[in-house]
């Protein structure tokens, strides 16, 4: 598939109607999907026959732009069960099939968060002030299969040794309408996040900046991310961050960091408290190889 083609089929996928500012629900456009999904694909072949997990999968583009250039399964995971109502009628809207939706707490189980953005973050203060504007292979396939479906119906265990009744990870379909998970559903999210370690080939995220009241969140995520590959992560950060996060990926991750490609991250005018109608924020595409772990 061409790229041109497949961002023209991204741009038919639904955006949030009522974002969310607390979870920093920002659309990842199909301009920028398609390319990343387009050089994962064509550049690493990371893509094509793999098992793609979607962090914090919102609208579901990602899975929906991995299951067009041929993944041979995606599993979506956010906290939001509204997000992944629309990324359930998206995935019904491109009848796609091979997609599992999860709602789960990447949070969960993570004790570093706070100290982990450290003062090597200060760096990011400047393009925070800005952004806060507009910001404030077959058996392993089946394996994830199964545990992706396993809240919603009974199916065999793959190959990973992870069987149905030791998940109870809430799958979109029995997702409530809070935002947050009670206190049992997280203590059995905190519990259940082993069993995805590295079950996945790539995943893929664009994960919240983190506003000043929220610092170090897309560290959360990459190491969740990082913790469920076994192949590569692509993830998204502010160019004013790379100093630290290849350095955290030198001394703590565990994972080869390689700058991709510098973007332009367009954070439109979402919320009543926005100036201006957009802010164009530099990212960069980033590759974590996770195969050496």
């Known amino acids: 598939m061409r790229l041109k083609e497949l961002e023209g089929i991204l741009q038919q996928v639904e955006t949030f109607s009522a974002p969310k500012l607390h979870l920093e629900q920002y659309a990842t456009s199909a301009q920028l999907a398609s390319h990343i999904l387009y050089t994962a694909e064509n550049s690493y072949g990371d893509v094509s026959g793999k098992v793609v997990g979607d962090l914090g999968c919102g609208s579901g583009i990602f899975a929906i732009g991995a299951r067009c250039l041929e993944a041979g399964m995606c599993v979506g995971f956010d ?55 507009n910001a404030g292979e077959d058996g392993d396939r089946d394996g994830v299969v199964a545990q992706a479906a396993a809240a919603a119906a009974a199916v065999s265990p793959g190959d990973h040794g992870c069987t149905t009744e030791s998940l109870n990870v809430a799958s979109a379909a029995a997702a409530t309408a809070a935002d947050e998970p009670d206190v049992e559903q997280r203590r059995s999210i905190c519990s259940q996040w082993s069993r995805w370690t590295k079950q996945f080939d790539t995943v893929f995220l664009n994960p919240p900046f983190g506003t000043k009241n929220n610092a170090g969140i897309d560290i959360v995520f990459l190491k969740r991310a990082i913790q469920l590959s076994r192949g590569a992560v692509y993830s998204l950060h502010k160019t004013s961050t790379r100093k630290y996060i290849q350095k955290l990926a030198d001394t703590s991750l565990g994972a080869r960091c390689e700058v991709v490609a510098e973007m332009k991250f367009d954070l439109p005018k979402t919320y009543k408290f926005h100036r201006r109608k957009s802010v164009d924020v530099n990212v960069d595409l980033l590759r974590f190889d996770c195969a050496g772990q």
Do not use: P
């Open 79 to 133: 906290i939001d069960a509204d997000a992944l109502a629309l990324a359930s009628q998206n995935l019904a809207e491109f009848e796609m099939d091979r997609v599992e939706l999860i709602r789960c707490n990447v949070t969960v189980d993570t004790e570093e968060r706070d100290d982990e953005a450290g003062d090597d973050s200060s760096e990011d203060d400047e393009a925070a002030e800005d952004e806060d504007e």
